[in-house]
């Protein structure tokens, strides 16, 4: 059943991947790419010996592969297709699926900006903590309840915004987050399913092991090799104006901004809302998390 199915999907996939390059390839004209448009031209862009020979690959190849042939694409191959038909970056993801090859984000999308509008978004969330994080824990944006409870002294003068990093290096007294015992094995091998998808890519590879040498522990884990999926917990942290608050973590993607999420950590149980309703009323959050 499930071999019957999956080529099944695969002979939908061929058509639509072959109709997708040829609407492409219309679309792309010889002077954008710097060639004589020649006489008697009755293809409205490219041809296929044309988009063939500026990516490099035999022409049999790229006809097999625009007429929906079962052929095999490597991601080298479809990024120089890709380049030929100035395909934007969904278009490229999507060329990728179509042809069954694993997809993996340019790694400067993985780190840019969130912008105005997702930073509206967190700060409207206030005083619920909220931050972005890429796949790696970059933290790329956060909002005042987040910075109370997470950026106390010791972890600003980390100076790495990155979540794990902090996590794995800050003292146990100043750590904001409990039970680091149970929760950091489960966010490396958080980190590891991600990590998939980047092997051997320089920022990632820098990561992992500057970490390991930063933390023993880190490397432990890391060694072990353990997955998972990144889904909802409820974790413990402590607030020197309130003590602990159990909070649950639920992420959210974020539209253009692949392998990124908005991660909310929300009251879990009436104790830690009626904490966290005090904080809000005497403005006692200003004074972060506690240190001890």
């Known amino acids: 059943m499930g071999t ?3 080529r099944s999907t695969a002979q939908r996939r061929r058509p639509e991947l072959a109709s997708f390059l040829r609407s492409r390839r219309a679309r792309v004209t010889p002077a954008d790419v710097g060639m004589p448009p020649g006489l008697r031209r009755r293809t409205p862009g490219l041809r296929r010996e044309e988009v063939a020979q500026l ?6 190849w790229y006809t ?6 079962p052929i095999n694409a490597s991601p080298q191959v479809l990024d120089a297709v890709a380049r030929t038909l100035r395909l934007d970056p969904p278009e490229r993801e999507h060329l990728y699926r179509l042809a069954r090859v694993p997809f993996a984000p340019d790694p400067e999308r993985l780190t840019r900006s969130t912008g105005p509008e997702v930073q ?3 700060d409207a969330l206030d005083p619920l ?3 972005v994080y ?3 824990y970059d933290i790329l944006a956060t909002n005042a309840g987040y910075r109370d409870l997470f950026l106390i002294p010791e972890i600003v003068d ?11 290096t800050v003292s146990d007294e100043a750590c904001p987050l409990m039970h680091r015992e149970r ?3 489960v966010m490396v091998a958080t980190l590891r399913s991600s990590y998939g998808r980047h092997v051997g890519e320089p920022a990632w590879e820098e990561f992992v092991r500057g970490l390991s040498a930063a933390s023993p522990y880190f490397a432990e884990l890391w060694a072990g090799g353990e997955v998972v999926p990144p889904g909802p917990r409820v974790k413990t942290f402590r607030h020197r104006a309130v003590g602990e608050l159990r909070m649950t973590s639920q992420s959210l993607s974020i539209d253009g901004m692949p392998e990124c999420r908005i991660v909310v950590y929300s009251p879990e149980d009436e104790e830690t809302r009626e904490k966290s309703r005090l904080l809000r009323e005497t403005g006692s959050s200003s004074s972060g998390a506690k240190e001890n």
């Not at 097999?64 to 042939?69: M, N, P, S």
């Open 129 to 131: 903590p909220a931050v």
């Open 55 to 60: 990516s490099g690959v035999g022409v049999t």
């Open 64 to 69: 097999w592969l625009e007429q929906g042939r």
């Open 158 to 168: 980390i100076g790495v915004a990155n979540a794990l990093w902090t996590l794995f």
């Open 183 to 185: 929760e950091l094995p």
């Open 4 to 6: 019957t199915t999956a």
């Open 134 to 136: 890429n796949s790696r």
């Open 120 to 122: 509206g978004i967190i």
